[in-house]
Nanobody, 120 residues
Framework: QVQLVESGGGLVQAGGSLRLSCLAS????????MGWYRQAPGKQRELVAT???????NYADSVEGRFTISRDNAKNTMYLQMNSLKPEDTAGYYC??????????????WGQGTQVTVSS
């Protein structure tokens, strides 16, 4: 079993910044692609950004240039630095990880989410 725990969400004014963290724990052999997704009330969950184990990143057009995804492989931790936040960034932010267990079986895991609220 893999546990993903997000932290760092909160309330911020438009134009402000927040940094989210996602810590992965469990009998993990390898973490491959990790990513951040978000879901606003009444909307579908959408991709925010992903990062591979070698550091290749991908961003949604809506956050390109404002958000930066990174990871520390030694700590099994992923981050999302969010700058120039807008009210439309308000959502629950969820961590996702794909990898394999020590016995070799693959997994896909989700965190419980952390709320980000941006006031205008």
């Amino acid at each position: 079993q893999v546990q993903l725990v997000e932290s760092g969400g909160g309330l911020v004014q438009a134009g402000g910044s927040l940094r989210l963290s996602c810590l992965a724990s469990g009998k993990i052999f390898r973490l491959n692609v990790m990513g951040w997704y978000r879901q606003a009330p009444g909307k579908q969950r959408e991709l925010v950004a992903t990062i591979t184990s070698s550091g290749t990143t991908n961003y949604a057009d809506s956050v390109e240039g404002r958000f930066t995804i990174s990871r520390d492989n030694a700590k099994n931790t992923m981050y999302l630095q969010m700058n120039s936040l807008k009210p439309e960034d308000t959502a629950g932010y969820y961590c996702n990880a794909q990898g394999s267990f020590l016995v070799g079986a693959p997994f896909v895991s989700w965190g419980q989410g952390t709320q980000v609220t941006v006031s205008s």
